[in-house]
């Protein structure tokens, strides 16, 4: 059974308190072009334990919104609080994994994921016992004293979800944090996120634009329309849990994914039209 | 693990090939004629003459005077030539005023200003260690610069994320992520350096490897000038060495 709302239904989930509230997002950017509505109107929230899921065309505003939530991006309409407490800048409660390779080079994986706790003040023997237990919980063991550049790809961002799982934050927040890598180890990559949410319990908020990692991993899927970015449905998704990337070949699963294909499909055909009339216009020019 | 031992022998050995056969055919060239022998000494002749310039020369002393200085030059890089670069990426209004001309300073031949540096400094290893700061100063300010504005955003954004103040974000972040750019500029900064110091010295008979340089030439002892030529070499490799050797203990990821 597949559940969807509108935007104009309520899109809540909230079983328990909501922990994370984004209240009428309007994001504005200055252009060449002019004034460039990069995300308008979005509201959305997120139970403590919900793992949500925001997908969405290229260049819908998604990074713009992880930006905001995340504290990084200023000057927003609207507002962004979690468990009751306007976000104004980076919040403690909000750990951030990035798209980018975002691992230290200069440090090994102990000491990239001890690295919040080294700013937070905490003693070297007791920041190293703690930063060994989310290295494990990131299947890391064994691979403590080694650097980035002797990991792959995929172990490299687990590395970075150790490192910001080290700093406790109420809410994980990633941006496409398996996009630079190969389907099988994103798959792998997503069981890994499940059992860790499991573990943890820990409330997650994951932008992406792969809609196989959206309905494996999230309670609900948030589909954001082409530019400017809004709420187009939101999909509440109901697999059971403990999942595994073995629920792909699911009938469920895979209506799932077809659900969500034909909301984005109109967005991403938009957005290929709109970057075609802009090379287009750029060539006349 | 002898495989690999084997593999990084491999590069060495071809290094050392190479150096060998080169040295053999300039030795050909002389002897055959078709390179004067009495404008450039045979390479034998240049080995032979090894043990008397460091025994009648004194080359062991002359050697460390140079390396002092040099050693001097490159402390002084490292403080003043990080330092301005660093000044020069945080304060954008400086850096665009000044970053032409320190790109217009790195190719002038500083060298030419050692009168100036004499009245200054007098005929003294000042004058000699100052040239060689003043000829590296421009590339390790441009490197640094360079390795610090290089710096991943990512890497940028998640110290902002953690909440870390301006001063621990340069620290923890930007330093370290511009570190091995800056020890290219402190290595290119050492032998614009080294150049300048063995040249001041040749120029005012004064000093270590340099002056005896000149006091060879003027004595037309060509194979005696060549082997001390070899000892500024080896200042260079030692140096090379030890920045090396610093960088893999700063980064020892690289």
Redesign the interface.
Known sequence: MTSATRPDQAPRASPSAPLLVADDIVKKFETPDGVMTAVDGMSFDVAAGEFLAVIGPSGCGKSTLFNII???LGDYEGRVTVAGETVT??H?S???V?????A?????VTENVA??LE?AGMPKAQRIERARHFIDLVGLHGFEKR???ELSGGMRQRV?IA?TLA?EPKILLMDEPFGALDEQTRLLLGDKVLQIQDQLKQTCLLITHNITEAVQLADRVLVMSYRPGTLKRMVAIDLPRPRSSEIVSSDKFGHYVAQIWRDLREEASRGMRDDEEHMLGGHKT | MIARTQRNLIPFALGLGTLIAAIAFMELLIRVGLVNRFIVPMPSQIAGAFERVIVEEDIPHRFLVTAREALWATTLLAVFGIGIGILLYRVKLLRDATETWVAAMASAPTVLMYPLFLVIFGRSEKTIIMMGFVAGLPAVILKTIEGLAGTRRVLVDVGRSLKLSEVQLFWKIYFPAAMPTIFVGMRLGMIFALINIVGVEFLINFGGLGQLINDLAERYDLPGTYAAICFVILVSVLFFFLTDRLEKWLRPAD
Request: no cysteine; net charge neutral; hydrophobic share 35%.
């Open positions: 995340g504290g990084l800048g980076p403690p909000v750990g951030m990035f798209q980018e390779e975002s230290f080079p200069w440090r090994t690295f919040p700013i650097y980035p550049a970075a490192r700093s």
